[in-house]
């Protein structure tokens, strides 16, 4: 009997050992794009209240390529519901204990990409996952590997970088680095056979020599939805001091903030130490968690701008914003739907059982302005922020930007002679250009009767006077 024990003992020792050293030989190498031992990151698929919401975004995304989005790696649905998902529709306690389904559309292949050569098909894995709670899902782990809800390849992502960096800096670090540069076509001519981590190396590093890094933004928009917020973006990163995040919409600190700092940093674009780091995210402004996660994230420095608008004109604007994504934004699915049937789907929507505003519906509640800002001023003084009025921006765009540059202490840029009304547009544009849309816009508006008109009215307008109170500002909705 002793001998037999020994002889456990030992085997248990030695298998102790090995692998104490196998275990020593696989952390040895680094865990991120190693194709012989990938360690495998985990995909936190989110809960099903926001998988709505990135789900929807994400077909906003698959389609928005006016603004050069990528085409998605991964899709998240919801039971059988449509592609665009079950949409904003649904009350979110009502999707408790639903299943989601998550797949790929597409086999993942790039060949560049080390990190992504696996090709995945994701079919029908199936992942119930409770609300408020997290799964892992381990299939989709080789298609996130570079991570976030706006899951793109590294090369896109340095696609990206690159084509904010103006043309001279870039025949600067082309020159600082010792890359070929075709000067006809401000390009940087990489190597064959670099893979695109070792052109983010060389790229991070030429950059840091002329002085420029990825930075955490000292200036976000922080919303509202349907409020502008595309054509702030584009009229502000006209701004030669404002380096712009490498995506259009990051939704970090409310939807990805699991994802890590590191994650948010990679997703801006190279500034120098004299420029402004800027990003904005719609969602930021109705998310609870959002200013204490800045307040302890971000450079003390931080400031804000919000967008703001007609609280009854976002709601229907992001109405029929949300319808056209149930829809798929396909036009051919919107057969026979007209201002009137609209207007139905809005009333059943945004009207409950008796015949009252639904102060639970997230159309409503996104336009509680004050609501959101009393929460926000529990974080950061008032003078962090810049109320910018969509009524203002169309009466008188160029005024409003020149209180931003103050505001951000920006050098003096832009000149009244830079804009124009766009009449067909029924906004202001740049002479460079108008900023792209943000719908496709098919869908006619709800031609809402006068009494629900009234009824809204009279339902926001306590919270836009408590609002002019915090911001200590007038609008020309308050008292409507
Ligand atoms: N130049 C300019 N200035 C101000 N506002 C403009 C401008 N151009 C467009 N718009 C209107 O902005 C609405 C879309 O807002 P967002 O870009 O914030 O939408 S999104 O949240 O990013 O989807 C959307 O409103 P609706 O048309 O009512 O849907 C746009 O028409």
Redesign the pocket.
């Known amino acids: 009997m002793p001998s037999v024990s020994l002889k456990t003992k030992g085997t248990t020792l030695l298998l102790c050992l090995i692998s104490f050293t196998l275990g020593l030989f696989l952390n040895s190498f680094p865990s991120y794009g190693n194709r012989f031992f990938p360690v495998e990151r985990q995909v936190n698929v989110a809960p099903v209240s926001r998988v709505v919401s990135e789900n929807t975004r994400k077909g906003?995304l698959a389609n928005e390529t006016e603004i050069g989005a990528p085409t998605p790696d991964l899709m998240i649905r919801s039971g059988k519901s449509p592609v665009v998902g079950p949409s904003l529709f649904e009350d979110d306690d009502n999707k408790k204990d639903k299943e989601v389904v998550v797949y790929a559309d597409t086999p993942i292949s790039n060949k560049n990409d080390s990190h992504v050569n696996d090709k995945v098909t994701f079919d029908n894995k199936s992942a119930p996952i409770k609300n408020g709670q997290t799964k892992t899902v381990n299939k989709a782990q080789s298609l996130l590997r570079t991570g976030g809800r706006y899951s793109i390849t590294a090369t896109q992502l340095l696609n990206k970088a690159i084509g904010f960096i103006s043309p001279d800096v870039r025949a600067s670090f082309a020159n600082k680095t010792g890359m070929k540069y075709d000067k006809s076509k401000s390009a940087i001519m990489w190597s064959n056979t670099m893979n695109a981590q070792k052109k983010w190396a060389v790229l991070k590093d030429g950059m840091r020599q002329l002085g420029y890094e990825q930075r955490l933004p000292t200036i976000i928009c922080l919303?509202?939805?349907?409020?502008?917020?595309?054509?702030?973006l584009?009229y502000l990163v006209k701004h030669p001091q404002i380096s712009r995040a490498l995506l259009d919409?990051v939704h970090y600190f409310s939807i990805d903030y699991g994802r890590g700092i590191d994650y948010y940093r990679s997703r801006m674009g190279f500034s120098t130490a004299m420029m402004l780091q800027f990003e904005k995210s719609?969602s930021y402004f109705v998310f609870d968690d959002v200013p204490q996660r800045m307040l302890k994230d971000l450079p003390a420095s931080v400031k804000f701008v919000v967008?703001v608008?007609d609280p009854l004109?976002r709601t229907?604007?992001d109405f029929?914003?949300e319808y056209e994504l149930k829809l798929n934004r396909k036009r051919s699915r919107a057969a026979g739907e007209t201002p009137v049937t609209q207007a139905k789907h809005f009333v059943e929507t945004i009207i409950d059982s008796n015949d009252r505003v639904d102060p639970s519906s997230g159309f409503i509640i996104e336009s509680l302005y004050s609501k959101h800002f009393k929460n926000w001023l529990k974080s950061f003084p008032r003078d962090r922020f810049y109320i910018l009025s969509?009524e203002r921006?169309?009466k008188d765009?160029y005024t409003e930007l020149k209180n931003v540059e103050k505001f951000l202490d920006l050098e003096p840029f832009y000149e009244r002679s830079m804009f124009y009304y766009n009449e067909q547009?029924?906004?202001?544009?740049m002479h460079s250009g108008?900023?792209p849309?943000?719908?496709p816009?098919f869908l006619p508006?709800a031609a809402l009767s006068p009494a629900i008109l009234r009824k809204l009215r009279d339902f926001f307008r306590p919270y836009n006077r408590e609002f002019e109170e915090l911001t200590q500002m007038n609008f020309s909705w308050t008292n409507l």
């Open positions: 906003h919303g509202l939805k349907k409020a502008g917020t595309t054509a702030f584009y919409e719609p967008c608008r004109e229907i604007s029929r914003h969509q921006v169309k765009l547009r029924h906004a202001p544009c108008c900023p849309t943000s719908t816009g508006k």
